[in-house]
């Protein structure tokens, strides 16, 4: 589609369901790599970047169902190899979140820089530097071989209240040996999701929704089942619709 035409000065009205949040079922559909036992996602939203993490996480030998539309269950019984599809990895940001798991369950990763839209510096060096602290090395050629011979706690300060740092230092120290402290740690809704889904999955997380997170590590993690949260975004989005239009929406 080249272009969207809109014909305002009409109140918005009815009910509309906000889609699930993209940037929490990455990361979640990556932490189906922590066990060997089946995971179960809820409100998975249908959209390109999910379809790709989909696809390296087959490649890297995940069993994939989707019993209805937005439910998946995966399943990392083995995996493969330890170098996700370079051409896959750089079609979207997302895939960085696989590197925690990967670093926690395989004990390395090696990876080409990830894709993503162009909106600024979106450097990976603050998870490089809080997995090193969490045991891991790390050399660079190109791309990046990452890799640890078990990981172990640690008391990390990001150096930027990164996201996905956040998420990949969670992840790695779920199976950790020892406890681990994230100090600086990002809070959004997505960071909470993937914190109380481990949890589910038998992890031991708190600080939930604060900027110091403390993970317990444990030596396995099981399967679970877990409904992602609605787009927050999104839910404001038609919120603000309503409002300007003074309409009535029901969300």
């Known amino acids: 589609m080249d272009q969207f035409v809109i014909r305002g000065g009409r109140p918005l009205t009815g009910t509309v369901t906000p889609s699930g949040n993209k940037n929490a079922a990455l990361p979640l559909l990556a932490a189906c790599l922590l066990t060997d036992d089946p995971l179960t996602l809820h409100n998975v939203p249908h959209i390109g970047d999910i379809d790709t993490q989909l696809e390296i996480l087959a490649d890297l ?4 169902a989707q019993p209805s539309e937005h439910t998946l269950t995966l399943q990392a019984r083995t995996i493969r190899h330890t170098t ?16 925690g798991p990967m670093l926690a369950r395989a004990g390395r990763i090696d990876l080409p820089m ?11 060096d603050t998870h490089l530097l809080a997995l090193e602290e969490l045991g891991a090395r790390v050399s660079h050629n190109g791309d990046f071989a990452i890799h640890a011979q078990g ?6 300060l990001l150096d930027e209240t990164s ?11 779920a199976l950790a040996d020892g406890v681990t402290i994230i100090r600086n740690a990002a809070s959004e809704p997505h960071v909470q999701d993937l914190c109380l889904c481990i949890n589910q999955m038998g992890g031991k997380i708190s600080g939930i929704g604060s900027n110091i997170l403390v993970i317990e590590g444990v030596s396995h993690l099981h399967g679970g089942e877990f409904t992602v949260c609605p787009d927050h975004i999104e839910i404001g989005s038609w919120i603000g619709l309503g409002a300007v239009t003074r309409g009535e929406i029901r969300i």
């Open 114 to 124: 990830p894709g993503g839209d162009k909106i600024g510096r979106r450097r990976i």
């Open 151 to 156: 990981v172990r706690g640690a008391d990390i």
């Open 84 to 99: 996700p599809n370079p051409t896959l990895f750089q079609r979207t940001r997302g895939s960085v979140t696989l590197i």
């Open 163 to 173: 996201v996905t740092a956040t998420e990949n230092a969670v992840m790695a120290a």
């Open 61 to 64: 030998g995940v069993e994939i």
